[in-house]
DNA sequence: TAATTGCGGACTATTTTAGTCCTGATTAAC
DNA sequence: GTTAATCAGGACTAAAATAGTCCGCAATTA
């Protein structure tokens, strides 16, 4: 399926619900509320999204979660990367893992370039245009100069729906 | 991680090794050698392979694998879709699955989308292009026009290196 | 100081994944 | 027709990841 945990998924409605509100904290039984989720997975998910940096927290009374910065600066491959760990499709895909069987595949350096490109994707959407009730439409992506070698920030567009 | 499966792993290096002798039959114990994975697990990825239709089987002596169809025909998303089932990032983000909380979220739409741009990446890759001893180059995408509604095949090309 | 709220981590249960093995069916060669 | 090679299907086990809950402590504000 190559599909996201439900924690992952979980934390990018949070998240989107707390870039609505974002001038006050939100508590975790309030989010909870909204996004009909039981409290306790709630908390979770914004524990591990506050130890990646993605919220700030107040304790005590009228205390809660804010973003640590606004929602365009918050990347889809953020969110995944604060639950989940680095985005990569095969344990070889990441440089530092060195998997003894890379000389013998024949297949890693393809692979690993098929992460990255993954991993651009996600990085060109933000929690901005998640959060949009309006639905996203991402740009059909178009071929370069054959000679080209690197990645571009903006590979994949991501633009508001026009209407 | 928004990792592949180990298997989905290992029937595409299989898959790239039975594409490098299209002409015979290979026998799963023989593949196991060449990649170096003990064969029971060859052999159960082949099944799944097989199952999926992405490769032909012959019984008996000199039987074995064979690609079903050309390697440039093998889609690295037929090849995840053959071990995992399809591609979706989310429960959501297959339409036939109906999650009650969809119309809470406001995010499902949206992750439909990034689903859909991930799936459509997959599907420019092919088999040919892991398969080849030299580095492929993805190519940088680019933006189209903001009103552009569609997505095209060629949405991520994929080329040979130049060199 | 009391109420509210996050923090950290332990813990359990469930599901998924990985990997193995066995028995039977099919095919080709002799 | 017999034999050996090979795939087919499925049962099974073990291990790991995931999901979800709970508890006691720390911080903050009123």
């Known amino acids: 399926m190559l599909k996201l945990s439900k924690l992952s998924d979980y934390a990018a409605v949070v998240l989107a619900q707390i870039a609505r509100q974002p001038q006050r904290p939100q508590a975790a039984p309030e989010l909870a509320e909204e996004v009909h989720l039981p409290r306790p997975t709630v908390s979770k998910t914004l524990k591990m999204l506050h130890k990646a940096g993605l919220v700030e927290s107040r304790r005590g ?37 060195d998997c003894e069987l890379a000389a013998l595949c024949g297949v890693a350096d ?38 080209a070698t690197t990645f571009s920030r903006e590979s994949l567009l991501v633009s508001d729906a026009d209407s």
């Open 61 to 97: 009374v009228q205390g809660g979660y804010l973003l640590a910065r606004s929602a365009e600066q918050i990347r889809v491959s953020d969110i995944i990367a604060a639950i989940e760990g680095p985005v990569a499709m095969t344990a070889c895909s990441h440089s530092d893992n």
């Open 110 to 147: 393809n692979w690993q370039r098929v992460s990255l490109a993954m991993r651009q994707m996600l990085d060109s959407i933000t929690l901005a245009h998640l959060a949009q009730r309006e639905p996203l439409q991402i740009m059909p992506a178009r071929a370069l100069a054959p000679s």
